[in-house]
């Protein structure tokens, strides 16, 4: 149920606990692929995640809207890349899970598209569930799924970008995209990245190769993401909270 094409009195007679909050950004995804891709991602991976769920037990989470604008500052180097700051970040996306809370969808999974928001997420999630509001986690797509070479707009981004919008990849653009990539993120030494933007290492913002992700791959990407996020809901909708009350443990 995507909570804005709901009514109120739909939202009050949802006969669940459960909602999702997909959580993206604005930020380049090289010259072929459109600003949207991680809220996109997001969107569509907790849209197939709820109905996956849905299918296997009868129960219907709440999708809420999309929060379009993360932690993004390192691709400012790049034209059309919004940010806010992490403590904007935490702060508006937390009171939004409350205000989940406050309509009774206590139980709640962040599906993040985007890297830059996942150490915030993941505070942010610990903060809301240790105040009692609400138990939250982040599911962040592609640490869920097995595929290698993620990079950034490349070959799995421009995949599952195909699958969804396939309108929206200029592939005009793919050779040049591909020619200006980097082949890994940031300059590491001694395990710590020397760069700090993307625009340091990377000469159109590309990592990886765009041509190796076509449609069907996209596709493969996308049932992976949807079935471990339906696994992670049962997980999430069954945990016994009272024991993990006052928890102070992180992994
Ligand atoms: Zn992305």
């Known amino acids: 149920m995507r909570l804005a094409e709901s009514t109120w009195t739909d939202a009050r007679d949802a006969d669940t606990d459960l909602a999702l909050l997909p959580v993206g950004s604005t930020e380049q995804h090289g010259p072929h692929a459109p600003l949207g891709v991680d809220s996109t991602t997001a969107a569509a991976i907790a849209d197939a995640g709820a109905d996956r769920y849905a299918d296997s037990t009868g129960e219907r989470p709440v999708v809420a809207p999309t929060i379009p604008v993360g932690i993004a500052e390192e691709h400012r180097g790049f034209e059309g890349t919004l940010w806010v700051s992490p403590d904007t970040f935490r702060s508006y996306v937390r009171e939004t899970l409350e205000s989940l809370a406050a309509s009774g969808f206590d139980r709640i999974v962040v599906v993040n598209g985007h890297g830059g ?115 992670l809901l049962a997980a999430v909708a069954t945990r016994e909270l009272d024991a993990d009350a006052g928890s102070d443990s992180d992994r």
Do not use: K, M, Q
């Open 117 to 231: 928001n996942t150490d915030a997420i993941r505070e942010l999630c610990a903060r809301a569930s240790r105040s009692g509001d609400a138990y939250a986690v982040g599911y962040t797509w592609f640490d869920a799924v097995d595929f290698d070479a993620f990079g950034h707009a490349g070959p799995a981004e421009t995949a599952v970008i195909r699958h969804l919008d396939p309108g929206s990849v200029r592939e005009g653009r793919l050779d040049a995209a591909a020619a200006g990539a980097a082949e890994g993120w940031g300059e590491w030494i001694a395990g710590t990245n020397l760069a700090h933007d993307s625009d340091s290492f990377t000469d159109n913002g590309v990592v990886g190769d765009p041509r190796d992700g076509d449609a069907d791959l996209g596709a493969e990407l996308l049932a992976a993401a949807a079935d471990r996020l339906a696994e």
